[in-house]
Structure formats: C-alpha cells, structure tokens
C-alpha cells in the first residue's frame, strides 16, 4: 500500500458553474481544467465503481459524503478499464488510504488518469444549490489554468450540453467479446454494450449464460448471428432522444418475440421503442440508497441509480404499444418518476436503476432471474 497526502495539495482551484456561481478550493488529482456536466451522487461508498462507471463520462461528480478517499483504490472494483468521469469534487479528501486492497491513494489514481478534481469546498452547499437550480454545466481549474472568473464563466457556458449529446459509441467497446458462464452454460444472451459495466456481464455468467458483448454500432444481424435466448441492452450516458440505432434494433428484437432485458439507457430505449418520450430530469438520481417500489408485488428496494434521463410512460394505466400493452413496473417512491417497464403480451421488461449492485446494495439482484425465467419460459 502507499501513501499519499496529495489530498492536503496547496495548488489552488475554481469551480464555476454555468450560472456564475463559484466554488474556491485546492487541486484534487490532476491540476487544470476540465468541464462537463455537475451532478452530485448520494453515495457514502463505492467511489470507485461510480468513477469507472461508463455513464458517469462527460459528467462532474459531486460527493455529498464529506470525507472521500479513505479505502483508497484497488485493482479489483473497476466497473471498466479507466476512469469516465470528467471530473470529481469532494470536501474532505483522506490524507492517508486505509484498506487491506488498497494500492493507491484515490487522488494518486485520479491524478494518473488526468482526471482535474476540487477539494475543500461545501459540497452541501453545491449540492443544495443543484438540487434548486438543476443539474448545470460546470468547469473546474487549478494552477495555471486560473484566469479572471468572468473569463472562466464564458468558457464554461461555452462547452456543450448533456441534452442531445449522443454519447454512448464514445464508452462502448469496438470489438464484441464473450463473457463464458460460470460452471455449466445455461444460456447464450446477447449484450448490446452502450455503456456496460463489467459486474453487469458477470451477474449473468453466474448463473449460466455465456454473454457475447457487442459494441453499440451493432445491428439486429449482428444480434442474431450469435443466436441468442435473450437480448440485453446496456446502461450508458446521454441523451435517449439521440439514440435512433439501439431503438430500431430493439424494435427488431420486440418483433421477432426474443427475451429481452434492458436497465437504465436500456430503460429508456425500451421506452422509445414503445413510442413512450423522454425528458432530462432536474437533477437526475444518482447513487445507492434511491427507494423504488416494484409494482408487480409491492416489495420497495433501496436500488443503485446513475440517470439524468427519465421515460414519459403513465403510472396508473395500461398502454397500448405496437408490441401490445405495456405497465409501468417500477416507480421511485422520492418523486415518482418511471423506474421500470414491462410488456404484458411479450417477454420484455427493463429498469431504470443497476441491478448488478457495483456498488449499492443487493436488493434488485432478483431481476436478473426473472431474466432467466423468461428464458427458461421461451425454451419450454
């Protein structure tokens, strides 16, 4: 293990949000500047995940927790191959990680991958005055990339936004890959990757299906070359209004009758591809204690989220769709906003929230057996 106090740097770093308001503090990770969009996450843990974590690229993540850092970071939690976020605000950083797995200090790791990050600020204060004002764009300087405040507040209203950003080809993989199950093989399912993380893939080896992973380009063609049981569509980031491609092989995989499963974009495209809207929320839900209650047997979970994105489906009557009628399954108990979609004439439901628990807590583990039951259901 080593130790660090980066945490404590003297360098000194501007956040400026896209309405003028501006945070001071000191260099976290990286020194310059970055920008994206400010959005803030409930977690007290699984920094890690969330930092690996696809959805989170072009966003800069607030930490509501306090005090961040101290487990350090390891070589086996990674949600994928590098750190998405563009950038990361914290208020009280660990000067020295403490954890049996840790191999680097978080902000030696942030700092590695370039990563332009903020101490020392009221993070409460910024996430109270997000929580009013909206998720916005935001930019975040230190050392030399300091000017004049009105110079940085023009840079910032400068830099694009989330709505109608097509993002997910930037995240996904390029080349598909196979995910073997774990003991005997069950089943063959088809992931289409808009943004995976990787306990996603791993959820479903262990219970016996081989996952061929596709990039986000792929077609229906594609789909079915690897004859699947089931078709799996990716959480991942932007807008959905952008995301014409996934739909239409959704709308592919819907026709011919295949199992599928989508959770959070994968939500959302299912919503489009019943011809349901989507809209960009306030300020988004994001981290592990999100209360949502599934409709379907009344049991409320505490569920991981990461959207920004909502689908316009009615709560408290059944559509008619192309694909036949359609519920909503899911709900969020805070706001009410759609967190699940199930068809009632056809094998296909999704969510809004990460079953996979990487991180967050365990309870929404069951969706991914419903996945094989309709599975095991098409078989017989």
């Known amino acids: 293990m080593t130790t660090s106090t980066r945490g404590t740097s003297k360098v000194p770093a501007v956040l400026v949000l896209e309405d003028g308001r501006v945070f001071r503090g000191r260099a976290y990770g990286a020194v310059g500047e970055t920008f994206g969009e400010a959005v803030f996450s409930t977690g007290m843990t699984g920094y890690q995940e969330t930092l690996t974590d696809p959805s989170y690229h072009r ?3 607030v930490m509501t927790a306090p005090h961040v850092g101290n487990t350090g970071v390891n070589d086996e939690d990674p949600e994928s191959e590098r750190i998405w976020v563009a950038g990361y605000v914290v208020r009280d950083p660990a000067r020295v990680p403490s954890n049996w797995r840790s191999r680097r200090s978080l902000d030696e790791e942030l700092a590695a991958q370039g990563v332009v990050g903020i101490s020392g600020i009221d993070t409460r204060a910024l996430t109270r005055h997000l929580r009013e004002r909206g998720a916005m764009r935001v930019g975040i300087f230190s050392g030399d990339a300091i000017q004049d405040d009105a110079a940085l507040l023009v840079r910032v209203q400068e830099a694009p936004e989330m709505k109608g950003a097509d993002l997910s080809a930037e995240v996904a993989t390029t080349e598909a890959y196979v995910v073997p199950a774990i003991g005997e093989k069950k089943f063959t399912v088809a992931a289409v990757d808009l943004g995976i993380k990787g306990m996603t893939p791993h ?4 219970r016996g299906i ?6 986000a380009t792929a077609t229906a063609e594609d789909v079915y070359a690897v004859n699947p049981d089931g078709v799996f569509f990716s959480n991942g980031p932007g807008d959905p209004a952008t995301a014409d491609h996934p739909v239409s092989v959704m709308q592919s995989v819907l026709e011919r009758g295949t199992p599928l499963f989508g959770i959070c974009f994968g939500n959302q495209i299912l919503g489009r591809a019943l011809g349901f809207g989507t809209y960009k929320l306030k300020y988004g839900h994001r ?5 949502v209650q599934d409709r379907t047997t009344g049991k409320v ?6 959207h920004g994105f909502a689908v316009d489906a009615p709560l408290d009557k059944i559509s008619e769709t192309p694909f036949g009628r359609a519920e909503v399954s899911h709900v969020c108990l805070n706001d009410n906003v759609v967190e699940g979609l199930q068809l009632l004439d056809k094998p296909a439901f999704s969510v809004q929230y990460h079953p996979e628990a ?3 807590p365990h309870d929404a583990a069951y969706l991914f057996d419903r996945f094989v039951s309709l599975m095991e259901g098409q078989r017989a």
């Open 59 to 61: 966003q800069v993540v």
């Open 203 to 206: 959820r479903m080896a262990e």
């Open 210 to 215: 081989e996952v061929h992973v596709l990039p």
């Open 287 to 291: 981290g592990i204690n999100q209360p």
């Open 301 to 306: 979970e505490v569920t991981a989220h990461n």
């Open 358 to 360: 990487a991180a967050g």
